[in-house]
């Protein structure tokens, strides 16, 4: 098992980027939908904490994927977990659910991961 992916190189080919660019699209998606509760905050008397919060997870997810390229182990950890929290905090404080994360979630697992796995000997 160890020799399946032996002919693999560190070079980030086009699929490895593709992925990675997919998953940063749709958290860019989740981060635009939190920015347009920010602007309507208090309409929806959202408290202001919660953007604190929100964000401080947004970053978590960005950080993942930058992590996740430059071959860092506890990228590939973060992301996801940062998604989850994400997903939620907004169905506990809001009560919102965020298909974007779902979505998320599903690209990481069924594409990411493909992505990803062949590469996992070169993470540190």
Do not use: C
């Not at 990411?112 to 070169?122: D, E």
């Amino acid at each position: 098992m160890n020799n399946e992916f032996a002919n693999e190189s560190p070079k980030k080919d086009f699929g490895f980027i593709l992925a990675l660019g997919a998953l940063l699209f749709f958290s860019l998606m989740g981060i635009g939908i939190d920015t347009d509760e920010f602007a309507q905050h208090t309409e929806m008397n959202i408290p202001i904490w919660y953007f604190y919060l929100i964000y401080f997870v947004d970053l978590l997810m960005v950080v993942g994927l930058v992590l996740i390229y430059f071959y860092r182990k506890i990228g590939a950890f973060l992301f996801p977990a940062a998604v989850v929290f994400h997903f939620l905090f907004h169905n506990y404080y809001l009560s919102t659910f965020l298909y974007t994360d779902v979505t998320n979630m599903f690209l990481y697992v069924g594409v990411g991961l493909l992505a990803i796995i062949p590469k996992w000997q070169f993470f540190k």
